[in-house]
């Protein structure tokens, strides 16, 4: 079956950096478009960033842009969450998910859209 699994989270310093990562088995990785969702304590999911099947679009959330990147690894069915000048607000479970697309270029952001998702990783940012 399919398995997104993320992984680099945990403790950081506000004003640090983090990478995280997302690696897909049993799926045909350049089929889909793969995004990143968050979910603090007490809030519902919400977008992060997405980027489509070739990688040439993305898209990320007002609260992220200019702070956190989006790229992906076709060849190693990965896709990473680059996240610089860390806030204590970006504390939250991270969750990778994959959306079929038929377009090279398209990406979603609502959660709907997305078929697959991985089992999470906490992000903890300290002040």
């Known amino acids: 079956q399919v398995r997104l699994v993320e992984s680099g989270g945990g403790l950081v310093q506000a004003g640090g950096s983090q990478r995280l990562s997302c690696a897909a088995t049993r799926l045909t990785f350049s089929f889909y478009a793969m995004g990143w969702f968050r979910q603090a304590p007490g809030k519902e999911r919400e977008f992060v960033a997405a980027?489509?099947?070739?990688?040439?679009?993305?898209d990320y959330a007002d609260s992220v842009k200019g702070r956190f990147s989006i790229s992906r690894d076709n060849a190693k069915n990965t896709v990473y969450l680059q996240m610089d000048r860390l806030e204590p607000e970006d504390t939250a479970v991270y969750y990778c998910?994959?959306?079929?697309?038929?377009?090279?270029?398209?990406?979603?952001?609502?959660?709907?859209?997305?078929?697959?998702w991985g089992q999470g990783t906490q992000v903890t940012v300290s002040s």
């Open positions: 998910a994959a959306d079929r697309q038929n377009l090279v270029m398209a990406i979603s952001t609502t959660s709907d859209k997305y078929d697959y």
């Open positions: 980027i489509s099947r070739s990688g040439g679009s993305t």
